[in-house]
T-cell receptor, first 112, second 118 residues
Framework: AQSVAQPEDQVNVAEGNPLTVKCTYS??????LFWYVQYPNRGLQFLLK??????LVKGSYGFEAEFNKSQTSFHLKKPSALVSDSALYFC??????????FGGGTRVLVKP | GAVVSQHPSRVICKSGTSVKIECRSL??????MFWYRQFPKQSLMLMAT?????????EQGVEKDKFLINHASLTLSTLTVTSAHPEDSSFYIC??????????????FGPGTRLTVL
């Protein structure tokens, strides 16, 4: 079985400061890893994905994530957070041929 | 980019009525579509996987006779909530998987449908 853990329900950060949203996963085989963002009453917007290759993945809106196989982590980062980054963030994983499994979500609040 | 639309975006209905939600992939063909349900402040829970031209596969605990799924074409899947009750009120999100081009295996999500059953 595959699973995703997002240990923080909420992350608070001041505008301009670095933002990190944590994600660890468990999957059999090589993982496909994804980050999505959700704004209120909206669907999920794709941020970035790791399939293979370079461990550091760059995505939309200045976000990036680092795949760490030994720690089974895929933390989302942004060097300088904006107030508009305040939203709900989901990490997701799947192995080839499997369904996508989501973490519980982390609410990010960026204060001006 | 790949776009998935849902219609309606919001629906309010009386208890006992049926509601149909449409999910369309606008610029790509989706052999597989997924239906999720999201309760307030919670994650997405997969309800069923819809494959074009075949019966949907439902997750454990999801009533297939209550949540009817039809995937008649490569760009359209529908979810019908039959005899809706207040406990069916939720945010329903569809997703389509692009099996062509550079976005192979990636899922794209619709904007969601807010269902309120009175």
């Amino acid at each position: 079985a595959q699973s995703v853990a997002q240990p923080e329900d909420q992350v608070n950060v001041a505008e301009g400061n670095p933002l990190t949203v944590k994600c660890t996963y468990s999957v059999s085989g090589n993982p496909y890893l994804f980050w999505y963002v959700q704004y209120p009453n909206r669907g999920l917007q794709f941020l970035l994905k790791y399939i293979t290759g370079d461990n550091l993945v760059k995505g939309s809106y200045g976000f990036e994530a680092e795949f760490n196989k030994s720690q089974t982590s895929f933390h989302l980062k942004k060097p300088s957070a904006l107030v508009s980054d305040s939203a709900l963030y989901f990490c997701a994983v799947r192995a080839a041929g499997n369904k996508l499994t989501f973490g519980g979500g982390t609410r990010v609040l960026v204060k001006p | 980019g790949a776009v998935v639309s849902q219609h309606p975006s919001r629906v309010i209905c009386k208890s006992g009525t049926s509601v149909k939600i449409e999910c369309r992939s606008l610029d790509f063909q989706a052999t597989t579509m997924f239906w999720y349900r999201q309760f307030p402040k919670q994650s997405l829970m997969l309800m069923a996987t819809s494959n074009e031209g075949s019966k949907a596969t439902y997750e454990q605990g999801v009533e297939k006779d209550k949540f009817l799924i039809n995937h008649a074409s490569l760009t359209l899947s529908t979810l019908t909530v039959t005899s809706a009750h207040p406990e069916d009120s939720s945010f329903y999100i569809c997703s389509a998987r692009d099996n062509t081009g550079l976005s192979y295996n990636e899922q794209f999500f619709g904007p969601g449908t807010r269902l309120t059953v009175l």
